[in-house]
């Protein structure tokens, strides 16, 4: 199958371009488009063969339900059994927005939308294209993260082409999104509101308006053998980079000495390395990289990522250093996370070294991905 890709102005998008994604909806194809979080890969919704699709594009298991978007509140009756109070609220403050709220379903949502669950997880983006898709389709519009199953959501039309291209009709090119993590979910089906999966809408925020808001475990801590999730998916491997990824955690001067030490040790082993780091640090690796004896330093910008080589007894190793953010800036670090991991498979690291940002609200969404992208992978210092 051939992909498509048509430019899209993501403020304005043009009538004509929509016309024509719509119509690949409604004729049961797949349409990547980009919408505030991450790109999402999607389908009609109340078409089961047409959602199946989706799965077998991203090779996702399927017993891992699908979010239904749709673009105005009235579009959700036909959706949720029941809405809550609770239910209520929360759209009347974060809709349209990064907010996805689990309902029970009704009859209409097909078996093969919600992974065989007797709920549904209902979304309505405010991304202007991904407003003018569903109600040029007129239909609700079932998207995942346009990714390859457990691989980084994508936040640029070029994450989507690596992954996905030749498995998809249309790809939208929208352009880089904003947020850059999806969206937050919290399962409005039972009497005390459970926040599934933190996002750009924290736990911090969200308790303010929720005093009773409950959090999954599997929001931080990996899952034990045979516990379900309430959220499916959040059993999987998530976000994660080719490269094995471990997370170096302490204070500052600790976590740089041991992702140095780590980094040395690993190219005088002929690996090539990749570290994340924030730009605060950045500075101090390549500081003491280069008392290491790593030469060739490359970068652009001072503060921008920046390449170097190791020469070792066979030939000469690469250390790639990726700036994810400033600290003092965690809506950069969430925004970038996901390129700067994917930017370390196209470099063809061995290993991926990671600082931890457990900075401002945020904090616990960029956690959250880079964990499970680790593997729960930590290593503290
Ligand atoms: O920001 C986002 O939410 C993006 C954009 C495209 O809207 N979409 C997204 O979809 O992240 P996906 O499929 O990658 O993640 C959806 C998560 C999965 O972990 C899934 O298990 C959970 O939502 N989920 C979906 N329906 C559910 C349900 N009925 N009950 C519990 N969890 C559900
Ligand atoms: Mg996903």
Request: hydrophobic letters at 40%.
């Amino acid at each position: 199958m051939e992909t498509k890709i048509v430019a899209i102005d993501a403020g304005q998008p043009q009538p004509e371009r929509i016309q024509e994604a719509a119509r690949i909806i409604q004729s049961g194809g797949l349409v990547a488009f980009p919408t505030e979080t991450v790109y999402g890969l999607g389908a009609d919704a109340l078409n089961p063969q047409a959602a199946q699709k989706i799965y077998a594009a991203k090779g996702r298991p399927s017993d891992n339900p699908l979010i239904a978007h749709i673009a105005d509140f009235e579009e959700l009756p036909a959706l949720a059994a029941e809405i809550s109070d609770t239910a209520r609220t929360l759209m009347r403050l974060y809709w349209p927005g990064p907010l996805t709220l689990i309902f029970k379903k009704t009859e209409t949502v097909p078996f093969a939308t919600t992974g065989g669950l007797d709920t549904v997880a209902v979304r309505m983006p405010s991304h202007p294209v991904a407003r003018a898709l569903i109600r040029a389709a007129g239909t609700p519009i079932a998207a995942p993260s346009a990714n390859r199953s457990g691989r980084p959501s994508p936040t640029k039309a070029l994450h989507v082409r690596e992954d996905l291209d030749g498995h998809i009709d249309m790809l939208l090119d929208g352009g880089e999104v904003g947020i850059g993590l999806e969206s937050t979910i919290i399962d409005v089906s039972s009497s005390r509101p459970l926040l599934l999966r933190p996002g750009f809408i924290s736990e911090e925020t969200l308790k303010k308006t929720l005093k009773r808001l409950a959090v999954d475990t599997a929001c931080m801590e990996p899952m034990a053998p045979g516990v379900h999730p309430r959220a499916p998916g959040m059993k999987y491997r998530h976000y994660a980079p080719q490269a094995p990824l471990t997370i170096v955690r302490g204070t500052d001067a600790q976590v740089e000495k041991a992702i140095c030490f780590q980094a040395k040790e690993a190219l005088c082993a002929g690996k090539n390395v990749g570290i994340l780091c924030a730009s605060e640090s950045l500075l101090t690796y390549r500081h003491r990289l280069k008392k290491e004896g790593c030469r060739d330093c490359q970068s652009g910008r001072l503060l921008a990522s920046c390449v170097c080589s190791l020469p070792y007894k066979d030939g000469e190793a690469r250390l790639m250093l990726e700036v994810s953010g400033s600290r003092r800036e965690p809506a950069e670090i969430a925004h970038h996370l996901y390129d700067a991991l994917r930017s370390f498979d196209r470099a063809r690291m061995d290993v991926i070294f990671s600082e931890s940002f457990e900075c401002g609200s945020l904090g616990g969404a960029i956690m959250n991905r880079l964990k499970k992208a680790a593997g729960y992978h930590i290593l503290e210092v």
